[in-house]
């Protein structure tokens, strides 16, 4: 077996991390009845309303496919309304969507930030983030590889 390179441990590192922090986030984000793929996507959509499926789907982590079924059942539940005008349909939150949103986005907020809080000082969050930064800015200029 070959010796992992050091750029290959940290993509291990952050997908790990990642995962984690998903499962966490899931369990702590059922109070509010949300799992993290709904929380992400009605901030999307209430950062960037009136939006598109395609513009939602190329800003959130969920597939094609998921961003359609979780859409029609954000729909059902009344948190969000999509609208038709003329060959355009686009998604916006309903005020229940919103109301929804803003009982978690604050404790959301302070449950994310912990993990980097709690063992991080300010100094080293700054430089993290700069780092993640330049990373994503660099894998963004990246193309798939053809199928």
């Known amino acids: 077996m ?8 940290i993509w291990l590192r952050l997908t790990r991390f990642t995962h984690q922090s998903n499962l966490l986030s899931n369990e ?3 109070q509010y009845d949300l ?12 950062t960037y309303e009136p939006l598109t499926q395609s ?15 979780m859409l029609t059942r954000l729909e059902k539940e009344g948190l969000i309304v999509r609208k038709q005008e003329w ?12 109301q929804k949103l803003d009982n978690a986005f604050e404790a959301q907020l302070a449950f994310q930030s912990s993990f980097f809080e709690e063992c991080l000082s300010e100094e ?15 894998s963004e200029k990246k193309e798939l590889p053809n199928r």
Do not use: W
């Open 87 to 98: 060959k355009t349909k686009t998604i916006s939150l309903t005020d229940k969507g919103r």
């Open 2 to 9: 070959q010796k992992n390179t050091r750029g290959s441990l």
């Open 35 to 46: 799992t993290t793929a709904q929380f992400d996507v009605l901030m999307q959509i209430s």
């Open 124 to 138: 080293e969050m700054k430089t993290l983030y700069t780092l993640m930064s330049r990373v994503q800015r660099n």
């Open 28 to 30: 702590f984000l059922k």
């Open 55 to 69: 513009e939602l789907a190329e800003k959130v982590t969920v597939t094609q496919g998921g961003i359609s079924r």
